[in-house]
Protein backbone atom coordinates (compact mmCIF):
# COMPACT_ATOMS: atom_id res chain seq x y z
CA UNK A 1 0.00 0.00 0.00
CA UNK A 2 1.36 3.45 -0.89
CA UNK A 3 -0.20 5.61 1.72
CA UNK A 4 0.07 9.71 0.62
CA UNK A 5 -0.59 11.81 3.51
CA UNK A 6 -0.27 15.83 2.48
CA UNK A 7 -2.61 18.78 4.73
CA UNK A 8 -4.70 16.38 6.90
CA UNK A 9 -5.74 14.25 3.19
CA UNK A 10 -4.56 10.64 3.33
CA UNK A 11 -4.79 8.53 -0.10
CA UNK A 12 -4.24 5.31 0.17
CA UNK A 13 -2.72 3.64 -3.19
CA UNK A 14 -3.00 -0.44 -3.64
CA UNK A 15 0.36 -1.01 -4.66
CA UNK A 16 -0.66 -3.11 -7.88
CA UNK A 17 -2.72 0.31 -8.79
CA UNK A 18 0.79 2.45 -9.19
CA UNK A 19 2.27 2.73 -12.18
CA UNK A 20 4.80 5.28 -11.89
CA UNK A 21 5.75 8.95 -10.09
CA UNK A 22 7.90 11.92 -11.22
CA UNK A 23 9.15 14.92 -9.81
CA UNK A 24 8.40 18.21 -11.29
CA UNK A 25 9.33 21.40 -10.80
CA UNK A 26 5.97 21.98 -8.66
CA UNK A 27 6.08 19.01 -6.56
CA UNK A 28 5.19 15.45 -7.59
CA UNK A 29 3.08 13.68 -10.04
CA UNK A 30 1.18 10.14 -9.66
CA UNK A 31 0.01 7.87 -12.41
CA UNK A 32 -2.06 4.50 -11.99
CA UNK A 33 -3.11 2.09 -13.61
CA UNK A 34 -6.93 2.79 -14.49
CA UNK A 35 -5.02 6.68 -16.03
CA UNK A 36 -6.28 8.40 -13.20
CA UNK A 37 -3.36 10.53 -12.01
CA UNK A 38 -2.45 12.57 -8.68
CA UNK A 39 -0.48 15.97 -8.59
CA UNK A 40 0.98 17.07 -5.23
CA UNK A 41 2.18 20.35 -5.28
CA UNK A 42 5.07 21.33 -3.14
CA UNK A 43 8.48 22.81 -3.01
CA UNK A 44 11.08 20.28 -4.97
CA UNK A 45 13.91 19.79 -2.62
CA UNK A 46 16.10 17.00 -2.64
CA UNK A 47 13.86 14.34 -0.51
CA UNK A 48 11.15 15.13 -2.93
CA UNK A 49 13.06 13.93 -6.12
CA UNK A 50 14.49 11.16 -4.34
CA UNK A 51 10.97 9.44 -3.96
CA UNK A 52 9.85 8.72 -7.31
CA UNK A 53 13.31 6.40 -7.46
CA UNK A 54 12.48 4.91 -3.75
CA UNK A 55 9.17 4.42 -5.09
CA UNK A 56 9.73 2.69 -8.53
CA UNK A 57 12.44 0.04 -6.43
CA UNK A 58 10.99 0.02 -3.30
CA UNK A 59 9.96 -4.04 -2.14
CA UNK A 60 8.20 -2.77 1.21
CA UNK A 61 4.75 -3.63 2.18
CA UNK A 62 3.77 0.21 3.12
CA UNK A 63 5.03 3.06 1.42
CA UNK A 64 4.30 6.41 3.91
CA UNK A 65 4.74 9.60 2.37
CA UNK A 66 3.98 12.03 4.83
CA UNK A 67 4.69 15.51 3.89
CA UNK A 68 4.38 17.07 6.95
CA UNK A 69 6.81 15.26 8.36
CA UNK A 70 10.58 15.63 9.11
CA UNK A 71 10.75 12.19 7.24
CA UNK A 72 9.39 12.46 4.39
CA UNK A 73 9.33 8.32 3.34
CA UNK A 74 9.30 5.34 5.68
CA UNK A 75 9.14 1.85 4.58
CA UNK A 76 7.78 -0.81 6.11
CA UNK A 77 7.65 -4.64 5.72
Do not use: H, V, W
Not at 27 to 44: A, P, V, W
Not at 59 to 74: G, P, R
Request: with cysteine.
Amino acid sequence: MIIIKKDGKEFRIPNGDFITAQDTSEGLFFKFKDTSELRIYCETTGQIKAIPDILMKATAKNIIIDFSSKNLISLEN
